[in-house]
């Protein structure tokens, strides 16, 4: 193995490593996004289920929530 042949391993290795530890920081990352991504779609599950509330209730039921706000 000549002196080019061990510099061209080295930079390879180096570079997988860099590449690993890139992954492993955007996989830690990751998981807090993934937790506000399940409280905004609580708060829509919310929002939707009032405004279906809103659509499918009697005209007076609607009224007295209203003024019940």
């Known amino acids: 193995m000549n002196i080019f042949s061990a510099a061209v391993a080295i930079t390879a290795i180096l570079g997988i490593v860099a590449i690993a530890r890139a992954w492993v920081d955007a996989r830690k990352h990751a998981a807090p996004d993934a937790d506000r991504m399940d409280q905004i779609e ?16 009697q005209r007076e039921q609607l009224k007295r929530r209203i003024d019940e706000l």
Request: cysteine-free.
């Open 42 to 57: 609580s708060e829509f599950r919310e929002r939707i289920e009032t405004l279906e509330r809103i659509v499918t209730d």
